[in-house]
């Protein structure tokens, strides 16, 4: 998170809400991504999931997992793990379906070898399916309506090569109650869902100290077959 006051930071979290909940009523219900990034003007104060730091559980997991390839990286943001991921040896591309977060991650890793796109994951390159050898979502799923979560997380799986990882990073809902987002925390049946096909690696909840109380996060993990 920023370092922002917690006054701002509530206000900021109020935008978001306002923005998602316009943005469904104009039928759009994923155009308020784009509203926001742009109406940041540069300011990243004003991207709350943007730390300038990759997310800790992808670094976890790429230093217990040496293997390099090529690695998608779904909804990059402001591209802190996709250059994490370029910087100890992967290729990568990531993708957003903000054209100004596409342009301004590529301007804040400027010199880092990423190929940058302005991709929306319901309509994907068909050269994409099966090329990766890592797909990443941190975050993205818990962002949308469950509406079109349930048509993008199916999305994920077919992505991967033979032998490819898959990694999805978010909030954890162990309540089983719906919250008002977003973010929308995720159970463990969709979550297990997200890989169906593949062989399940890790399921994992945890605490970052960071995190307000009741925060619990999750990283899950499957792999391809060969």
């Not at 319901?122 to 990443?136: E, F, K, R, S």
């Not at 077919?158 to 909030?171: E, Q, S, V």
Request: aromatic share 8%.
């Amino acid at each position: 998170m920023n370092d922002i006051s917690e006054e701002k930071l509530v206000q900021l979290r109020e935008k978001i809400l306002s923005m998602a909940r316009e943005a469904e009523l104009k039928d759009d219900p994923l155009a308020w991504f784009e509203e926001l990034y742009n109406a940041s003007c540069g300011n990243n104060t004003m991207i709350p999931w943007s730390d300038g730091e990759p997310h800790p559980f992808l670094v976890d997991w790429a230093k217990s997992n040496a293997s390099v390839g090529r690695a998608l990286v779904v909804g990059c943001g402001l591209g802190e793990d996709a250059s994490y991921l370029a910087k100890i040896g992967w290729n990568v591309t990531a993708f957003d379906i903000s054209p100004t977060a596409v342009e301004w991650s590529s301007r804040i890793h400027q010199g880092i070898d990423i190929d940058w796109r302005a991709e929306d994951l319901l309509h994907l390159p068909d050269t994409w399916i099966g090329a990766w050898d890592l797909v990443v979502e941190i975050h993205i799923l818990q962002a949308i309506p469950e509406e079109i979560r349930q048509m993008a997380a199916p999305k994920l799986a077919p992505l991967l090569a033979p032998g490819g990882n898959l990694i999805c990073i978010g909030r954890y809902n162990s309540s089983n109650q719906e919250a008002e987002g977003p973010p929308w925390p995720l159970s463990k049946p969709f979550i297990q869902s997200i890989g169906r096909g593949l062989n399940p690696v890790l399921f994992d909840v945890r605490n970052r100290k960071q995190d307000e109380p009741g925060v619990k996060r999750y990283i899950a993990t499957w792999q391809r077959n060969n």
